[in-house]
C-alpha cells in the first residue's frame, strides 16, 4: 500500500486529476458541486482528510479534522488493494456481498446525500492508487 | 398495434397498465417492473414481442401513474405485493398468465407460483432470498423518504453500478431516467418487501415450468441466488437456467431482443392450458 508519504503525494495527483480533467464528470454528472466540507479515508492506520469547496479540491492533510469526520471511509490494507483491484464503489460499501467492505465514517445523512461524489472519488482515486 | 395504456380499479386502487395488444392465443405475459419504477420498462420488449404474445405491464400501486394505498402509502411487504398482482391478472381477466419480472420483480415471482395458478414464471434478476443487514441496509431503506435525502439524486451511482458493460447508451440513459423520477414512499416500500425476503421453504410447491434469467454483470445479484433457487423447485415441470453475459440488473431494458428470443424459446414449456396444482 505504500507509506504515508507516498500516499499523501498520490492525493495530490488525484487534487490535481478532480479539480483538473475529471472536474466536470465530477461537479456536474455526481453533484459534487453541491459538496462543500471533507472527506476522511483511513487506510490501514493512517487518516487522510480531503478538503473541499464546492467541489474543489483545496487541500489534503494527514490526521481527522478537528471538529470531527464529516464523511469518510476506513479500512484495513488488504479492504483497500481489494476495492483498486475491483473498483466497484458500491460492492466496495455493500456488507451484504462483500466480507471486506468498508467502515462507513461520519454522518449516515451525509454519506447519503453525496453517495455520487463518494463514489466518483474513489473511481479517481483508483486510476492513481491502484 | 401500438402499446396502448388504460385504468383499472384493483382492491379499491385506480391501476394504470399497458398492453401491446398482442394475440391471445398463448399464454398472456404479465410483467412485473424493478424497484421504485414502473410499466415502461417493459416498452422494448412489447413492441418485439407485438405481433407473437399478448404483454400486459402495471404500476404496482404508488408507483408511475399508479393511485398509492389509502394514506399515500405503498405495499412494503411480499404477501401484499403478490396478493396484488393476482388481484390485478384476475380483473383484467388474465387466465393462466406467464408472469415475468425482474429485480424485486423476479424475486416476487417465486411466490406468485408457490401460491396461484400460473402457467409459469420467469424470473430475472431475482432471488428466494434476501438477508440484508439491518445495520446498513437497513439504514439506507429508512433513508430513502427522509427529508433531506433526495432519492432521485442519492441512489443514482447505485443503479448506474448495477448495468452491464454491453447495455447501450440509450437503454442506459432510460434506466438513470427511472432513477430520476423515483419516489421515495414507493422505492422504500420495494426495498422494506426486498429486505429479507425468503421464500426457499415453500419452492417445492412450484410445478409450473421455471426460467431463471441472470445478467452476469449485476453484482448484487449473484449466481448463488440463482443456483439455490433452481435447487430447490424440485417439483418444477421445467427449469431453465439464462445467464447472460455483458448485461446487468435491468436486463428488460438493456438486452430485451436477448430476453425476448429466451421467452420464446422458453415458451414451448408453457402450456396455455394447464393449470398447475397450487397451495
Not at chain 2, 58 to 71: E, N, R, T, V, Y
Not at chain 2, 126 to 145: M, P
Not at chain 2, 223 to 242: D, F, I, L, P, R
Amino acid at each position: 500500500m505504500g507509506d504515508i508519504n507516498t500516499k499523501l503525494q498520490q492525493f495530490e495527483k488525484v487534487k490535481e486529476l478532480i479539480n483538473g480533467p475529471e472536474a466536470e464528470l465530477f461537479k456536474t454528472r455526481y453533484l459534487a458541486r453541491y459538496f462543500s466540507g471533507n472527506i476522511t479515508f483511513i487506510m490501514g492506520d493512517a487518516p487522510f482528510t480531503l478538503n473541499f469547496h464546492k467541489g474543489e479540491m483545496v487541500s489534503v492533510e494527514l490526521g481527522k479534522p478537528i471538529n470531527g469526520i464529516h464523511i469518510g471511509l476506513g479500512g484495513s490494507d488488504e479492504q483497500w488493494t481489494d476495492f483498486f483491484r475491483h473498483k466497484n464503489f458500491q460492492l466496495a460499501t455493500s456488507p451484504k456481498h462483500n466480507p471486506l467492505c468498508f467502515e462507513i465514517l461520519g454522518s449516515p445523512l451525509a454519506y447519503r446525500q453525496n453517495n455520487n461524489t463518494m463514489a466518483q472519488l474513489m473511481r479517481v482515486m483508483a486510476k492513481v492508487m491502484q | 398495434m401500438a402499446i396502448s395504456g388504460g385504468y383499472i380499479t384493483v382492491n379499491g386502487i385506480k391501476t394504470y397498465y399497458e398492453t401491446n395488444n398482442g394475440p391471445k392465443d398463448k399464454p398472456t405475459i404479465v410483467c412485473l417492473h424493478t424497484a421504485g419504477r414502473e410499466c415502461r420498462q417493459y416498452h422494448w420488449m412489447m413492441d418485439i414481442f407485438e405481433d407473437r404474445y399478448n404483454m400486459v405491464a402495471f404500476d404496482m400501486p404508488a408507483h408511475g401513474k399508479s393511485w398509492p394505498l389509502p394514506g399515500n402509502k405503498a405495499i412494503n411487504n411480499h404477501k401484499d405485493y403478490c396478493e396484488f398482482a393476482w388481484a390485478f391478472i384476475q380483473a383484467m381477466e388474465i387466465e393462466n398468465p406467464l408472469v415475468i419480472g425482474c429485480s424485486v420483480g423476479g424475486n416476487m415471482v417465486y411466490y406468485i407460483a408457490e401460491h396461484y395458478p400460473v402457467a409459469g414464471i420467469v424470473s430475472m434478476q431475482g432471488s428466494t432470498f434476501i438477508k440484508a443487514l439491518s445495520g446498513s441496509y437497513g439504514t439506507v431503506v429508512d433513508l430513502l423518504d427522509h427529508p433531506y435525502i433526495s432519492v432521485q439524486h442519492s441512489h443514482f451511482d447505485f443503479s448506474e453500478s448495477l448495468i452491464g458493460q454491453k447495455c447501450p447508451e440509450e437503454a442506459k440513459d432510460f434506466i438513470l431516467w427511472g432513477v430520476a423520477q423515483e419516489c421515495g414512499v414507493a422505492k422504500k416500500g420495494d426495498l422494506s418487501i426486498y429486505n429479507n425476503y425468503d421464500v426457499r421453504g415453500d419452492l417445492d410447491k412450484i410445478s409450473c415450468p421455471v426460467m431463471v434469467i441472470r445478467g452476469e454483470d449485476d453484482w448484487n445479484v449473484p449466481e448463488h441466488y440463482c443456483q439455490e433457487a433452481m435447487k430447490g423447485m424440485v417439483n418444477s415441470k421445467k427449469v431453465v437456467w439464462k445467464p447472460i453475459p455483458g448485461y446487468g440488473h435491468f436486463i428488460i431494458v438493456e438486452a430485451p431482443e436477448i430476453i425476448c428470443e429466451a421467452i420464446d424459446d422458453f415458451m414451448q414449456y408453457v402450456d396455455p392450458a394447464s393449470t398447475p396444482d397450487c397451495a
